[in-house]
């Protein structure tokens, strides 16, 4: 790992132990587990408990941690964790429309479009769309973030 790899890592994990004390969400870093290099984060926050649910985002850094398969499975391990030990209802999320990529993973995982947020970003001089995409329990007991291979 690069000295740069290090120093990332290292500010994560000064991030993350902070974090604790917050109840109503859980945040983790993302590694590569061959050399244990930061690759991002996932992230489950605005536990709304009454309701049994929660948000959910995850980034990575950049190109080199793209379609390398980090975010599909940091994504289901945190879902499984969400569902079956924290046993949320509802988790949900909001992704732009220019970021179909992103989509593509999350509608790979389980969620499913619940609506669309007209015009929701002003983004580089342009009004841009937010999807807003949610998997439910009865949904993720059914495909444990398998849909196309379950349903």
Same mark, same amino acid.
Do not use: I, K, M
């Given at each position: 790992m690069g000295r740069s790899g290090r120093g990332a890592l290292e500010r994560a994990e000064q991030w993350y132990s902070s974090r604790a004390a917050e109840d109503d969400r859980l945040d983790l870093a993302v590694v590569e587990q061959a050399t244990g290099e930061y690759v991002g984060e996932v992230v489950l926050n605005e536990l709304h408990a009454d309701n049994r649910s929660c948000s959910f985002r995850i980034a990575l850094v950049g190109p080199r941690a793209f379609g390398r398969g980090y975010g599909t499975e940091a994504t289901r391990l945190v879902l499984a964790h969400a569902f079956e030990i924290v046993g949320v209802h509802r988790v949900? #999320?909001?992704?732009?429309?220019?970021?179909? @990529?992103? @989509?593509? &993973?999350?509608?790979q995982v389980g969620f499913v479009h619940d609506g669309t947020k007209r015009q929701a970003l002003h983004w580089q001089g342009a009004w &841009? %769309?937010?999807?807003? #995409?949610?998997? #439910?329990?009865? %949904?993720?007991?059914?495909?444990?973030g398998f849909p196309r291979f379950r349903e």
């Open positions: 949900e #999320l909001e992704v732009f429309a220019f970021n179909p @990529r992103a @989509r593509h &993973v999350y509608e &841009v %769309d937010t999807q807003v #995409l949610a998997v #439910l329990a009865g %949904d993720w007991s059914r495909h444990r």
